[in-house]
């Protein structure tokens, strides 16, 4: 599958981003000549750099936010603009050149397969998947352990970016969307609505430019907070069930 058998009114590629001016024009191109005709766009999270003008460069329609919402709000900005243009199809691609956009036609393509509301390109389907440092690779397993009881079945890449949705799950993540680190959270607020999601194989790669701003403290308080927030989905859930 090919952008070709997709209507420009069908499918949106959202890039969420702050400060890449660095790898947001190489990864626009990249999405480009893979899925010719298919608009991407870069929702800017206030950024310091040249990533608005980098990404206007390589042919990317951009939403400039007026102030730093962190990747969550970054993230539901880009969905509630989708929902409200009327795409069918939404899938995210970071900024930061990790994601390897020829992953994309087969996100679509379980999409449309599947019926799902979400596809998740997990890095852990084929082999064991890219090495991490020690306190991420066990926040990884950590949530892999909290989630399964949660969702009833496995997840194995929860941590993800590579996701697509479909307008369902799009309605859904315009109106209510996890807002600091929204991948893990996000699985619970499907849960709760019995929407189904599925695994599908894709690419991992270094970063493009820049570096990761997340450190071993950072990764402790990610899984405290990320923690708190699905055990409040869960507890909201039950609350609605009674």
């Given at each position: ?165 479909n307008r369902t799950a799009l309605g859904l993540f315009s109106r209510s969307f996890p807002l600091e680190y929204p991948e893990i959270e996000a699985l619970v607020v499907l849960q709760r609505r019995r929407f189904r999601f599925v695994e599908v194989p ?41």
């Amino acid at each position: 599958m090919n952008g070709d058998a997709v209507s420009a009114n069908q499918l949106l590629i959202l890039v969420p981003a702050y400060n890449e001016a660095g790898a947001v024009r190489g990864v626009v191109n990249e999405v480009h000549r893979v899925m010719p005709g298919v608009p991407v766009l870069v929702v800017d999270d206030c950024s310091s750099d040249a990533t608005v003008s980098e990404a206007r460069v390589a042919g990317a329609r951009v939403l400039e936010l007026p102030h730093h919402l962190g990747l969550g709000g970054c993230v539901q900005a880009g969905y509630r603009l989708a929902f409200e243009l009327g795409y069918q199809y939404v899938i995210r691609v970071d900024g930061d050149g990790q994601h390897d956009p020829r992953d994309i036609p087969t996100i679509l393509h379980a999409l449309e397969r599947e019926g799902c509301e979400m596809v998740i390109g997990s890095r852990f389907i084929n082999g064991k998947g890219p090495s991490f440092g020690l306190m991420r690779s066990a926040g990884i397993a950590f949530f892999r352990a909290v989630l399964r009881p949660i969702l009833g079945k496995p997840v194995r890449d929860p941590t993800s970016g590579f996701v697509g949705v479909n307008r369902t799950a799009l309605g859904l993540f315009s109106r209510s969307f996890p807002l600091e680190y929204p991948e893990i959270e996000a699985l619970v607020v499907l849960q709760r609505r019995r929407f189904r999601f599925v695994e599908v194989p894709c690419h991992m790669r270094p970063r493009k430019a820049g570096r990761s701003s997340i450190t071993a403290v950072k990764s402790l308080y990610y899984m405290a907070h990320v923690l708190l927030g699905v055990f409040v989905n869960v507890l909201k859930f039950e609350g609605r069930r009674k």
